[in-house]
């Protein structure tokens, strides 16, 4: 069979190291297991009948003591410890005859057997003797029970010695096997080593000639000459990528050839391109070093584009927070997002100021150093100027509107006071519309003071350090009667050892108040509210929670604008000004407010506060 894949080579060069390293594995492994049973088998054999012949030999000799107690004069106790210590070699008795392993032990067992239980019935004669006569006791005991407790201690060393001797046998072959293991394992290691090395020579020099030609020609390739070629022989891998690196070498040449001048053209076009632009477009890599920047964006900073190329951002750009959303727009290849005022950049120029909204947009590279970004700057200081004169216009004439507003309503109500009587249906209508209307634009007039003051800047804040807790409690407990009357279960959810923000009590509970009275006009009956608060790195997590009609797409881009109302049958009243207010408020607070909704399912509307400094 013709081996013709690469993979086939490697297996086959190392096929007869990789077989000598299983065969010496096997016998190692079978040599270690008899090493293990041979263990096992001292242990298990020997150990007991050697415990058995010395408890054995102990029980005997203190039945010697006992015998000694008996002829010094003491009686019983003589006979309670002779009576305990022949159960007990009784017992290691049974034992070791449970645990006969050893030629000649069996022979030694019933010797033993035979002179104990004489030894016993000369003792029991033994006690006859010295109640008769103490003498005779004595010379009973030297002459007969004497040597008979020698036999028996004898036949108890010699059960006790044949065990020793064969653990000790056992002990010489363990150490024979492990030899023979040790020097097993040094030849089959070695042998597998040695063949091993033959092999990855041959294989080294085998695979390393077509690897060799690749890089010649491809040095060559690097070099500009684009009409070498590798040899092509045989039909796997090396083959085929010889094969791709000399079709690579075709296409580069026609690559070369081709008119480099369009490609020149076109880098020229774009270049005009970015250059022209009336936005600032900045151009760094990796490192926020500075590739590149338009005339627009040298403007901007008032520098020469010529002196900025190759300079790091932070020396056009002393925003530390633009910065990290740069490097963290790198690092995840995703275009931050933004609410509020986030992407505006405020500049100094002079005696004035001036304001750019960016934008920023990575560039993924193959590699890390190819990385890099784009930064946008739009001049936003005209619309800001315009807002900002807008909200004057909205605060001077609120402010106008507020005298005449209060005189009308309190002209109103004198007429109703003293000559409602006088009037007729008709008539007692159109002032109980007139004075609605009144009050409907008094309302108006006062929410667009508060918030022209809150965008002017003039809202006053008391900043204190206030649980979240507290603050959910507050409202939840404010607006729970609401929610039962209407049959909405409202509940709050907080976790322990929350830490203390940054907040104005009174105006944040007028936020959380807003978003839950939102919540329960477009909850229906049945329906659920949840409160939740949670702790973030740096701040707290408000979040008002519910399953009801929710806000269509087209409108959540646009909710926190002043004068946007949802399109729902709710709708009956409200100007459209409540979270503009709230994210106003948020906004003061150095938090952020945000929404997600999906129509039919409900609404969640979050928003955070800074921790409180220590």
Known sequence: MTIKTFRHKILLGYAPSLLLILLVLTWSGLTLLKLGRSSEAILRENYRSIMAAEHMIDALERQDSSILLLLLGFQEPWLHEFHSQEAVFWQWLGRAKDNVTIPGEEDILRDLEKEYGRFIAEA?????????????????????????????????IRLRELNHETMYRASQQTQTLARQAIISLIVGGGSAILVGLVFSLLLSRFLSGPATRMTAVLGELAQGNYDVRVPVQGHD???????????????????????????????????????????????????????DINLMAADIFQVKKEDMIGKHLMEMIKEETLLDYMKTAMFTNTSPEFSGDQNIYRLEKGESTCYYQFSIIPIQGQSLASRGGVLLLRDVTRLRELDHLKSEFILRASHELRTPLTSLSLSIKLLDETEAAHLGDRARKLLNASQEDVERLRVLVETLLNLSRIEAGKLELNFQAIRPEFICARAVNLMQPQAEAKGIELTLQTVADLPTVRADLEKIDWVLVNLLTNAVKFTPAGGHIQVKVAAQEKHVQFSVIDDGEGIPYEYQARIFDKFVRGKSQQLTSGLGLGLAICKEIVNAHGGVIWLESTPGKGTAVSFSLPLATV
Do not use: W
């Not at 003797?129 to 108890?156: D, M, Q, W």
């Not at 094969?243 to 020229?268: D, F, P």
């Open 237 to 291: 891998e090396l083959a085929a990528l010889a094969r791709q690196v000399n079709t690579m070498a075709q296409e580069l040449k026609k690559y070369n050839e081709l008119n480099i001048g369009k490609i020149l053209t076109e880098k020229s076009k774009i270049e005009a391109l970015i250059q022209n632009v009336d936005e600032g477009i900045i151009i760094v890599d990796d490192r926020l070093m500075i590739s």
């Open 124 to 156: 029991a004669d033994l006690l006859l003797i010295v109640k008769e006569s103490h003498e005779k006791g004595v010379k009973f005991y030297h002459n007969t029970l004497f040597p008979r407790f020698r036999a028996v201690t004898e036949l108890c």
